[in-house]
């Protein structure tokens, strides 16, 4: 049988790592998380010369210390996946600081390729670059490439195989030079450590050696228990006190600086450089677009089109795949049922108001997605992103935010989903975490139709202002619990130093941003549909199933339903806010469905005769047709909307005036339940659904971005502050009022 | 020798030591930064971080770390430090003139 091979792509952020990733692997990808973390994992596969070559893109780190949760994931697998070889993919257009991960690579003792990415860039700075000496000073196979336009693709492949079927002869030659001292107990500390009676141990001796000597705390955490170790470990804790106190410098800059030295010496041979440092184009438009004046005006104009993108410019194709969900996909269910004779029964109500509901529910958000990630596409391979984060540093950083947690927050005014999917651009796992628990208090779209049909009833006069209000209290809520989780539960460890590169600006090409879209919105996809396909159904089964009256299943009256019992159940928890009756507790459950399904509930509740639209029948052709022409009426809806990108268009939503009745019967229902302050309790319901746990598809975004145990604290605790926030309101208020 | 913080903008400086914890050194090493480093700054915000040019990237960096890398005025440069000073002249004299309506403002 034919050996396959597995190898790994190492590189710094930006070095166009991913490119790499996705000409070699084409569509053959998977992506998912890495075990147990929030960071993401691409593996790919790729057939060269009758051979199978599995792909595995490692996190963009900078070195391979314990710094960050990227680090110790990409060193892990280094260490104990042991890949057939690793390429480590350099930005030749900067190559001094990229060889830093390299030369950490071959000290690991993993066979490594070079691949010098960007020989355009380097080219174009006049830039020569003598491959032959850096093959032979650093003692591994390199090619030149330029991942962009597929150059160096062969080259690379034949490359990997070429060392790949090597491996077995494979002899670790380090180039980095240390001091006599530092060498001398490095080789006696080696020596140790290959005397550890194991078959098992298969770390490299002198690598380990080194890691002792710096005392890595990853390392030493793997090492705690084996006490084969102690005394090697001991001896290397000697060594470097005794050291640190000789020198000046701590024995981990001395081996940095060691490994700077060396690539200093291998760039000055191998790379000739134009003689003057330009001030090129990026530093330019840098003074520009991170002014200190000009640059929060630029940015903010940019997060505007961001959060149009998602909202207006995205709306038609979300009421496209609506319309084909609830028109053609129900009435074809519809009649596929009717020839199984099924028609009228509880599997018809379940596949068409549990499953097609909740599986709708789901897609209509892949347009908003991909709008989304369009946008972050476009901002991140321009090399936009990293500017972002550097114009609003100053301000997120009171609120222990990163810079460029800004964007999450104000992506989650359009919708939580995207947001909460947008802290993926965040490095750090407590900072991206933090923001994820943040962004659902940005009132997102679809909570709007509540506040303008509860601020029409009660204040009529200042709709607009009451609207505006709870805006300002999510952003205000989100603030003090910023600070509040920033000094308890993400207190301690030392803060991330806010330190960034900033890459140079690029043109994005149109291949790399639709794979992140097609790619990113199909993560979502699969990810969120089972949990929202099982919620869907529960909540349908519960309004099917009656407990009292002369329903049968299926077919009761909301008032005698199974959701109806529940919810008056929970409703005496609302008593103390103010609205404890079941109407409004159970359009709250619903609301966790979609929080604008809490204005249909009512009126679903309220018994409030809505208009039955009698639906025409339609041929199969006619759907189809439906179908297409509404895609392309769709499309120019989005051409025409996006000169409104410019234009604040926020409260002239007040679209349709809800059915008076509907009005009416909230009114009367909120009074009584409130004991005639109605407007104060109706004001602590707005703000309940302000703050309560977002909906099911945003917490399963949630659980996919940031694991099962912070989708709880994100949904208990937000449960709780709306509930205490609502109650004080109604309380404090009864006591003015 | 002097912090990085009050260091001119467009000099060629030379970095002398990083002080701070741990994490900070290897994030600041694996950056490109280490003793003998030659740098940059290329801009700067009051109050807020600046970019600095090490080796051939740009990096952010923020007010808070700024204190703990001293550099000092870099004298014995390989690259030309007149051509570079007759480059950022303009902007210099564009940063002294806003530099004094921002006090004025104070005053």
């Not at chain 1, 509930?601 to 018994?607: F, K, R």
């Not at chain 2, 990085?4 to 000099?11: D, K, M, N, R, T």
């Not at chain 2, 002398?16 to 740098?39: C, D, F, Y």
């Amino acid at each position: 049988m034919e050996k396959n091979f597995t190898i790994a792509l190492a590189g710094n952020p930006n070095c166009g790592k991913s490119t790499v990733f996705n000409q070699l692997t084409g569509t053959k990808q998977h992506v998912g998380n890495w075990p147990g973390k929030t960071v993401e994992k691409k593996e790919g596969s790729f057939q060269y010369k009758g051979k199978q070559i599995t792909v595995v893109d490692l996190p963009g780190t900078y070195s391979l210390t314990a710094y960050s949760l990227e680090e110790v994931i990409a060193r892990d697998y280094v260490i104990k996946e042991k890949p057939d070889l690793v390429v480590s993919i350099i930005d030749a257009a900067n190559i001094e600081r990229n060889l830093y991960l390299t030369m950490q690579l071959i000290e690991l003792g993993v066979p490594v390729i070079a691949a010098l990415n960007m020989m355009d860039v380097v080219k174009e700075r006049e830039i020569q670059i003598d491959v032959e000496k850096i093959k032979k000073t650093l003692h591994v196979p390199a090619v030149l490439m330029v991942a962009r336009d597929g150059e160096g693709l062969d080259a690379l492949k034949e490359s990997i195989l070429a060392t790949a079927e090597l491996k077995g002869k494979y002899q670790k030659q380090v180039p980095a030079q240390f001091s006599r001292d530092l060498e001398v107990e490095i080789q006696k500390l080696q020596k140790k450590i290959e005397c550890v009676p194991d078959g098992e141990f298969s770390l490299d001796s002198r690598w380990l050696a080194i890691k002792l000597l710096e005392g890595d705390k990853g390392v030493l955490d793997d090492l705690e228990n084996d006490n084969r170790f102690a005394s090697s470990i001991k001896e290397a804790q000697t060594f470097s006190q005794a050291y640190e106190e000789k020198s000046e410098m701590g024995i981990d800059t001395e081996i940095a600086d060691a490994y700077y030295s060396t690539i200093h010496e291998i760039v000055a041979s191998a790379v000739k450089k134009p003689k003057v440092k330009k001030i090129g184009f990026s530093d330019k438009l840098d003074r520009i677009v991170t002014h200190r004046v000009l640059g929060i005006p630029i940015f903010l104009g940019l997060m505007w089109i961001v959060f149009k993108l998602t909202s207006d410019v995205a709306a038609p194709f979300l009421d496209w795949v609506d319309g084909v969900i609830g028109g053609p996909i129900t009435n074809w269910v519809e009649a596929i049922l009717n020839l199984l004779n099924l028609s009228g029964t509880w599997v018809e109500s379940m596949l068409v108001d549990g499953v097609i509901a909740g599986v709708g529910g789901v897609l209509v958000f892949v347009p908003v997605l991909m709008m989304l990630y369009l946008a972050l596409a476009v901002l991140e391979d321009s090399g936009y992103m990293a500017r972002a984060a550097f114009v609003m540093d100053r301000l997120m950083h009171g609120l222990g935010l990163h810079g460029k947690s800004f964007l999450p927050m104000i992506v989650g005014f359009g919708c939580t989903v995207p947001a909460i999917y947008a802290t993926r651009t965040l490095e750090n796992e407590k900072d991206r975490i933090l923001t994820g628990l943040l962004v659902p208090f940005m009132s997102c779209g679809a909570r709007l139709p509540v506040y303008v049909l509860f601020a029409t009833i009660f204040f009529p006069e200042n709709t607009g202002l009451v609207v505006f209000s709870l805006y300002v209290i999510g952003i205000v809520v989100a603030i003090l619990v910023g600070l509040i989780l920033k000094n308890t539960v993400f207190k301690g460890g030392e803060a991330s130093p806010f330190v960034m590169e900033l890459p140079p600006y690029r043109r994005p090409t149109l291949k790399s941003i639709w794979a992140q879209m097609a790619e990113r919105t199909n993560a979502f996809v699969k990810k969120a549909w089972s949990l929202i396909l099982v919620t869907s159904i529960v909540i349908w089964a519960l309004l099917a199933l009656p407990v009292k009256g002369e329903g049968t299943f299926a077919d009761a009256p909301v008032g005698d339903s199974a959701f109806a019992a529940v919810s008056s159940a929970i409703a005496p928890a609302f008593e103390p806010a103010g609205f404890g009756t079941w109407e409004a507790s159970g359009s709250l459950i619903t609301g966790f469905v979609a929080k604008e399904v809490v204005v249909s509930t009512m009126s679903q509740i309220y018994d409030v005769e809505e208009a039955e639209e009698e639906a025409e029948a339609t041929t199969f052709l006619e759907d189809i047709w439906e179908i297409i022409s509404s895609f392309f009426a769709a499309a120019w809806d989005t051409i025409k909307s996006v000169p409104l990108v410019v234009g604040i268009n926020l409260f002239d939503e007040e679209d349709e005036a809800e059915p008076t009745a509907l009005m009416t019967a909230v009114r009367e229902g909120f009074e009584e339940s409130s004991g005639g302050r109605g407007a104060l309790a109706s004001f602590g319901f707005m703000i309940f659904v302000l703050l309560y746990t977002p909906c099911m598809v945003a917490v399963a975004a949630a659980k996919h971005e940031f694991g099962a145990k912070w989708m709880w604290v994100s949904v208990i605790g937000q449960l709780a502050l709306a509930w205490i926030v609502s109650v004080l309101i109604f309380q404090i208020g009864s006591l003015v009022i | 020798m002097m912090p990085l913080s009050f260091a001119p903008e467009g000099q060629l400086l030379k970095l002398v030591s990083i002080r701070g914890g741990w994490r900070v050194q290897k994030r600041l090493n694996a950056l490109g930064l280490t003793p003998g480093t030659e740098v940059m700054i290329v801009s700067q915000n009051p109050g807020g971080p600046i970019i600095l040019a090490v080796k051939d990237s740009r990096l952010a960096i923020g007010r808070g770390l700024l204190h703990h890398i001293q550099v000092e005025m870099d004298g014995s440069s390989q690259y030309e430090t007149e051509i570079m000073d007759h480059r950022f002249s303009r902007f210099h004299h564009a940063r002294g003139r806003s530099h004094r309506r921002f006090g004025d403002y104070h005053g």
